[in-house]
Each structure stands twice: as structure tokens, then as C-alpha cells.
């Protein structure tokens, strides 16, 4: 194995899973810490999914050691700790004392976090991160349930979450190349910096900070600077699986659980063709007027090619539901439902899902049970489908970022499958 993964969500382990093979590599994606008889033989890079990036900052550290460990025990030459191109974190964490760990497991001076993915929108200058044209704190990432992201100064967000010493390679240097950027590290390094926030735009850059990155035991961040690894070890950059992809024959259904501005609009853009919809409010599940059997139940009788079950609000929406709820509960009362709809389904001859939203997917994929996910076609930029595998029977699942997909994603998802 030549690059070891850990993943701090469901979604962001399939995107970087098709980054790595975009890259050449042979890639395995497993859920949770791998058990001691899993077999790495088959994998140039190994991903291991987690679902670390919200829960208490010790587990997620504790997770993300025991998954590095199992990685360095089965030969992995480079470790990645992937998380969202938003950065999606609290003052608390989880990314800088995660990082700080496994920085300190794999016996390293230094490490980078880079989340640019241009391809998506994402862009960091002057080690502040961009969504498209607006600093992450004037996006919609203002608002989220969970993470909400009010400052774009990576730098800053970064030092307020370790106890580490923190920089920045700025685009000036990065226009320079490799060599360029690997002196930068080696002089930070030198001045006692442990993590460096490095500037991105361009996926070329992307690609020249993988070559300057060859050195490095730990690197971090999105998937997009992943592009740059797989060469460092050999491997030629070509395109992933474009095969159409064989899905299991039985029935499909949308989950949907993500409350971003692009899945908002997506849920509008199948309800406008006609996809019929479920909508699932926290208060109803918490006052029983709603259960998975009754939407499960819905979905089976709705005659439809794709029904969308979904919870996504808009900010409003969900604050009031917190501010009834619970933060915490609002968000395990639709995870649990929506994950209980998808094992009813999946009872009910259901095999081909599309669920929406990083902490929905984890809880879907949990609760369905597969070991690991064999990648297959990408239908938008960080988002393969994928099929099940150590579970039975087989199962296709897109498993979408929320803020990830054009808005008819969940309308032209199905056209890969054969």
C-alpha cells in the first residue's frame, strides 16, 4: 500500500477515493477502523471512512489513531487525513487536534492543510478559502447546523484548534513550483511551524504541491490536492472507470438529509420534474407523528422510478427546530429516521440509493451495514456511485456532499447506471 486514508466523513472517503483512482491507483474504500483479518493485498491506497467530524474531539483523535495505526501496520508509506474543502470544523476541532495526532503517530516535523478543490469551487489565497466568488464566511457554510464557518482565514480557524505552530505558503511561492515549495517547507520547518495552510487555485497547483508534498508523512486536506500523490509513487494520472456502471437490479430512492444551499436546490429541481417527495420534519419525529415505517411506507406506495425522502430546510427552518430540540437531538432524530428508511427499503427490493449530505450518508451506510465500497463512475465532481460490498445483497450508493452537485444531480444520477 502507498497512501493510507482517514476520511472524517462518509462523503469525503468517496471523493477521495476517486481522486486516488483518477490518479492511477487501485483504491479501496472500508467503513470504520479496519478489523486485524481484513485483507489490504488488492490496494495501491486504502480509505478508511469515519465518522469523526462532529462527534467529541478525544474520540475523533482516538478513531483517527486507530485507523492510522492499522494503516502503518499493513505498509502505508504516506498518510492523508481528509476533510471537507470547507473546512467544516468548530474552534474546538476537530481538524487541527486530529492532524496534531497522527502528525505526532507518524513521527513527523511538519504537515500541510490544503481543502482547495477548484473543480467544486473551493480556492484558498492568501491562506483564505473561497467558495466560488465569496469568502467561506459570507457563503451559505455561515449557516450550517453544525459547523457553522464564519471566518475564511484558514491560518487563523486552523491555530485556534492546536497548540501547534501555524503558517502559511502563500500563492506567490506556489507559482514557483515545486522545488520552490519544497524550500518553503523546509525553512518553516526550520522555524519551529508544524502545519502549513498552502495556498491553491488551479488544479495544476494542486498537482505541483502532491510533487513538493513526496517527503511528507502526513499531508492533509480535501480531496483536491490528492490529485498530485498517486504520481509521486508511479502511477499515471488517467481517467477514472467511465464504464457504464453495473448496478444491482431493484428499485431506487433519494435520502436526503443535508440542509446546504445546493442540495436545497436540488430537492427543488426533482420536485419541479416531478419526483415525487416526502418531506420529514425533527418536531414530527419527536412528537411520534412521524416514524421510518410510515416514510419507508410512502416511498414503497409512491409508484415512482426514484422517491426522495428528505429533511433539508433552510436556515430559518433548522434553527427553530434547534432552538426546540436540541442541536444535538435534531440532528439524531433525522440521521436515525432517514437510516431506518433506507433498511426498510432495502427490506422492500430497494437497491439503488442516492442520499445527500456527509453526516446523513455515514448514518445510512452504518445502519445498511456494508464492510467496504468498490468505486465505480463519477457523476459530478467528487461524487462516484459506489457499490456495496461485504453486504448482501450489493447495493449502488451516490453518496453526495451536501454542498456538492449541479442542481439536477438528483435527477441525471441515474443515467450511469445500466
Not at 436546490?265 to 416526502?278: E, N
Request: charged fraction near 20%; include cysteine.
Amino acid at each position: 500500500m502507498f497512501i493510507g486514508a482517514i476520511a472524517d466523513d462518509l462523503t469525503g472517503a468517496t471523493d477521495l477515493c476517486l481522486m486516488l483512482a483518477r490518479g492511477g491507483m487501485r483504491v479501496v474504500q472500508v467503513i470504520g477502523v479496519p478489523d486485524a483479518a481484513f485483507d489490504f493485498a488488492a490496494a495501491d491506497a486504502l480509505v478508511v471512512a469515519l465518522k469523526s467530524r462532529t462527534i467529541p474531539r478525544a474520540e475523533a483523535v482516538d478513531l483517527s489513531l486507530a485507523a492510522a495505526r492499522r494503516l502503518i501496520d499493513a505498509g502505508a508509506r504516506q498518510l492523508f487525513f481528509k476533510y471537507c474543502s470547507t473546512f467544516d470544523s468548530t474552534d474546538d476541532g476537530n481538524i487541527g487536534p486530529v492532524a496534531e495526532a497522527l502528525l505526532g503517530l507518524a513521527g513527523a516535523a511538519l504537515t500541510i492543510a490544503c481543502p482547495a478543490f477548484p473543480a467544486n469551487g473551493r480556492t484558498v489565497y492568501r491562506g483564505h478559502l473561497f467558495v466560488g466568488d465569496q469568502l467561506l464566511s459570507d457563503s451559505s457554510m455561515k449557516d450550517h447546523p453544525l459547523t457553522p464557518m464564519r471566518d475564511a482565514n484558514l491560518v487563523r480557524v486552523l491555530q485556534k484548534q492546536t497548540a501547534l505552530p501555524v503558517g502559511l505558503v502563500g500563492y506567490g511561492t506556489v507559482e514557483k513550483g515545486a522545488e520552490a515549495i519544497r524550500a518553503a517547507f523546509d525553512k518553516a520547518a526550520g522555524e519551529g511551524l508544524r502545519m502549513l495552510v498552502v495556498d491553491a487555485v488551479t488544479d495544476d497547483q494542486l498537482r505541483t504541491i502532491g510533487k513538493a508534498a513526496a517527503g511528507l508523512k502526513l499531508v492533509t486536506g480535501g480531496s483536491g490536492v490528492a490529485i498530485g500523490l498517486p504520481a509521486n509513487f508511479g502511477f499515471e494520472e488517467g481517467k477514472a472507470n467511465a464504464l457504464p456502471f453495473p448496478a444491482p437490479a431493484g428499485r431506487a430512492a433519494i435520502i436526503a438529509g443535508s440542509c446546504s444551499a445546493a442540495t436545497r436546490r436540488q430537492i427543488a429541481a426533482a420536485r419541479g420534474a416531478g419526483v415525487p417527495a416526502l418531506k420529514i420534519d425533527p418536531q414530527d419525529i419527536a412528537d411520534g407523528r412521524m416514524t421510518a415505517e410510515a416514510a419507508a411506507r410512502w416511498a414503497v406506495e409512491s409508484g415512482h422510478a426514484t422517491p426522495l425522502v428528505y429533511s433539508s430546510n433552510d436556515p430559518a427552518e433548522v434553527a427553530r427546530a434547534q432552538s426546540a430540540l436540541g442541536r444535538k437531538r435534531a440532528g439524531e432524530l433525522v440521521e436515525h429516521l432517514l437510516a431506518g428508511v433506507a433498511v426498510r427499503l432495502r427490506a422492500a427490493g430497494f437497491r439503488r440509493f442516492v442520499v445527500a449530505g456527509g453526516e446523513t450518508s455515514g448514518a445510512v451506510v452504518n445502519a445498511l451495514g456494508p464492510a467496504a465500497l468498490a468505486i465505480g463512475p463519477e457523476i459530478d465532481p467528487g461524487v462516484p456511485w459506489t457499490v456495496s460490498l461485504g453486504s448482501e445483497p450489493p447495493l449502488a450508493l451516490a453518496l453526495k456532499s451536501g454542498n456538492f452537485g449541479t442542481d439536477d444531480f438528483f435527477l441525471k444520477a441515474w443515467e450511469l447506471l445500466q
